[in-house]
Structures are given as structure tokens and as C-alpha cells.
């Protein structure tokens, strides 16, 4: 779906064709549950039913929706408090969702979405538009409300504390834990030095 210009009027499947996709891989990565991204997607196209004809600005439909989705899962996690993981995940779902290669490389999609889930949803938010919505620095700060200078901090604090949980469940029990040749140089040094 194009991007309408301000006098042109939206065609509701259109728009649901065009963003539905998108909206509840969104709305997964928050709730970590299908049938709860299945409900927050819904509310965004009641809301968008209820209250998109008073948006003016008729090119900004996907931040606007977004925005709305992002809002309907503040309001319903501060209802639930729950505290969401990804042990739910159904097989290959994960599979769908597009993230950069250096990170497909390093472990397997689920495995990601599980690390995901783990981070802070203040870090977890911003990745998930950038990596699974291909949203741009600034359409993220239009969704979130938020600074383009604050979207880039917490992308970048979001990919380091992804990187560590990655690096670390690459270290499983079962591995060879033998300190790297670097280390083993040190403690022979080191056991040198004492004797």
C-alpha cells in the first residue's frame, strides 16, 4: 500500500492487507504469546476504525498504527503485569521474523526471539521496530515518541545487551571451557612468575 497523500481516503482492508503482517510481529516480540499479539493487533485496527479519520496526515498511517499498537500494549501490560518469556513460542514461528545476518549467524531465530524477550522492554521496543519492522531511526522515535538521539542510545545499549546474552548461551555446559590461548599464556606466565 502506497502511502496516501492528505485528501485520499483509506480503504480499511487495504490498509489491514498492507500492515496486519508487520503489526503482529510487532506486537509478538512484545507479549511473547500469539493469541495476545493476535488481540493487541486487533485493538489497533478497532482503534484505527474508531479514531484514524482524524488523522490528518494521511502518509503517516504506519506510524500511526504502530504508535497505537505500542500504546494498546503499555495499557494491557500495566493490566496483566505479567511477566512475559518466549518458552511459548510455536515451533518455527520465530523462523518468520527477518533479523541481520551477523545475528542469523550467531544463533538460530528462536534462540534469538528467546534472548530478545529477555531484554529490558525499554531496549527490547526500539530493537524490535529496527530489526524485525525495518523501521528507520526516525520512524521509531515517531512510534515511541520519543528522540531520534534517545531511539540510537537504546538500539545501542538493546544490541549490547543482546550480544551478551548471545555470547554467553554459546558457552554451554557440554563445551570445552579451557581458557583461550591468550589466557593460557598469561597463567603460564603467571605460574612462571611464582615459582
Do not use: C
Amino acid at each position: 500500500m502506497s502511502a496516501p497523500t492528505n485528501n485520499e481516503s483509506i480503504n480499511f482492508e487495504e490498509l489491514v492487507d498492507a500492515h496486519y503482517n508487520s503489526l503482529f510481529r510487532f506486537a509478538y516480540s512484545l507479549s511473547g504469546k500469539e493469541a495476545d499479539a493476535w488481540d493487541l493487533t486487533q485493538q489497533t485496527f478497532n482503534r484505527w476504525a474508531e479514531k484514524g479519520h482524524s488523522l490528518r496526515d494521511k502518509s503517516k498511517v504506519k506510524s500511526w498504527l504502530f504508535t497505537t499498537l505500542y500504546r494498546e500494549f503499555l495499557k494491557w501490560s500495566r493490566q496483566n503485569r505479567k511477566v512475559y518469556s518466549m518458552e511459548d513460542l510455536p515451533g518455527g514461528a520465530a523462523e518468520q521474523h527477518s533479523v541481520g545476518s551477523e545475528v542469523v549467524n550467531q544463533a538460530d531465530a528462536s534462540a534469538l526471539m528467546q534472548h530478545l524477550a529477555d531484554i529490558e522492554e525499554t531496549y527490547r521496543v526500539p530493537l524490535s521496530l529496527f530489526y524485525l519492522e525495518d523501521m528507520t531511526y526516525k520512524e521509531i522515535a515517531e512510534v515511541l515518541e520519543i528522540p531520534s538521539g534517545t531511539v540510537m542510545s537504546r538500539l545501542s545499549r538493546g544490541k549490547d545487551q543482546l550480544r551478551r546474552r548471545l555470547s554467553s548461551a554459546h558457552e554451554s555446559p557440554g563445551e570445552d571451557k579451557r581458557p583461550s590461548s591468550r589466557n593460557r599464556r598469561k597463567q603460564i606466565v603467571r605460574r612462571d612468575e611464582q615459582r
